[in-house]
């Protein structure tokens, strides 16, 4: 069992900078693969961001790779998703997942057996 809480959203304007933390409870985090994904109004659930469990593997969107960078801290029980240069368009409630039954980075939600509350982020432009 994992539990998942992001924080770290917010309002930010156009070219700007936030950091999401998604803190994990249970020891199961550590051998989870965790994921970002968001979701804007009227529009589907999609893929940020996922990183594997050692921290070694990631796998990013092209829409945000160069500008949004997956971490995590297995020490502390927490991923991070680094999102720099953001547009309008990254405006979505933004959804921290953990896969605690495989071991391949998935783009995939279905993979995800656990999900956060979500945080929004609003870029203004």
């Known amino acids: 069992q994992v539990q998942l809480v992001e924080s770290g959203g917010g309002l930010v304007q156009a070219g700007g900078s936030l950091r999401l933390s998604c803190a994990a409870s249970?020891?199961?985090?550590?051998?989870?693969?965790m994921g970002w994904f968001r979701q804007a109004p009227g529009k589907e659930r999609e893929f940020v961001a996922a990183i594997s469990r050692s921290g070694y593997a990631t796998n990013t969107t092209p829409s945000v790779k160069g500008r949004f960078t997956i971490s995590r801290d297995n020490a502390k029980n927490m991923a991070y998703l680094q999102m720099n240069s953001l547009k309008p368009e990254d405006t979505a409630v933004y959804y921290c997942?953990?896969?605690?039954?495989?071991?391949?980075?998935?783009?995939?939600?279905?993979?995800?057996?656990?999900w956060g509350q979500g945080t929004q982020v609003t870029v203004s432009s």
């Open positions: 997942a953990a896969n605690s039954r495989g071991l391949v980075v998935s783009s995939q939600a279905s993979s995800y057996d656990f």
């Open positions: 249970g020891r199961a985090f550590i051998d989870s693969v």
